[in-house]
């Protein structure tokens, strides 16, 4: 009885979720819009707008976590100490700004029935430093994929299986966005950028990861059945 009050939820919400995304006070949807025809893809970007994911990312405390990390090199470290120190306490901060999710472009891409989903995401990070205030923003671009499939077990009953979800390294990208950055503040900023790009994949798979395994986990396996061979049916009608 519950599965079949959790598929007609599931469908349903598959009829509501273009009009959704079409909706421009959600933050960070109002520049996105859904030409995706996989169901699959549909769900998790429903499910990803449900659990406000990008507000989770905004949310990440940045600073922190390149300090807890080790990523923070022992020079970079000094040099905030000491410039706070010369300057009255004065402290620094990055906070991550304007997450965006490519709802509308989550590709979904498969091999019989093992199936990828390929995300886009992007958001921008407000550097402001501790000894003069001046805010420097960068931009940062990467995609983000999870493997999962139905595997039959011993008695024949197929089981979901979720693989590696990851941010794909290659694809991490920093743009620096503010245009007069004063020169001796360059080499801080080559090893911010280089030690963010290392941390950076791995606080997003923290974020998104779950919540893709709990969208995932919540659907019936016939129903999931069903979805992927209609994806697969779809890809080959467009051969």
């Known amino acids: 009885m519950m599965h079949s009050v959790w598929r007609l939820l599931v469908l349903l919400g598959l009829l ?3 009009s959704a995304l079409h909706k421009p006070h959600q933050p960070g949807l109002a520049k996105t819009h ?82 990828t989903a390929n995300i886009s995401l992007g958001f921008d990070i407000d550097l402001r430093l501790p000894f003069n205030n001046h805010i420097i923003k960068t931009h940062e671009r990467m995609n983000l994929s999870v493997e999962f499939w139905l595997e039959k077990d011993e008695f024949g009953r197929r089981d979901l299986v979720i693989g590696k979800c990851h941010v794909e390294p290659r694809s991490v990208h920093t743009t620096f ?11 801080f900023l080559r090893n911010f950028r280089d030690n963010l790009e290392k941390v950076i994949p791995h606080l997003i798979e923290s974020q998104v990861c779950p919540l893709i395994d709990e969208i995932l986990r919540q659907l019936d396996v016939k129903l999931l059945k069903s979805l992927m061979e209609q994806d697969i049916a779809h890809e080959l009608n467009q051969l």
């Open 34 to 115: 859904t030409d995706s025809k996989s169901a699959l893809a549909r769900i998790i970007a429903q499910g990803l707008t449900k659990h406000n994911t990008e507000g989770r990312i905004q949310n990440i405390h940045l600073l922190d976590s390149l300090n807890a990390s080790g990523q923070m090199a022992p020079g970079m470290m000094g040099w905030l100490i000491s410039s706070m120190t010369l300057h009255h306490h004065q402290e620094g901060s990055a906070n991550i700004t304007n997450a965006q999710l490519d709802y509308g472009g989550i590709r979904m891409s498969f091999h019989k029935e093992w199936f």
């Open 177 to 187: 966005l503010t245009e007069a950055i004063p020169p001796k503040v360059n080499p």
């Open 16 to 18: 509501a979720l273009p």
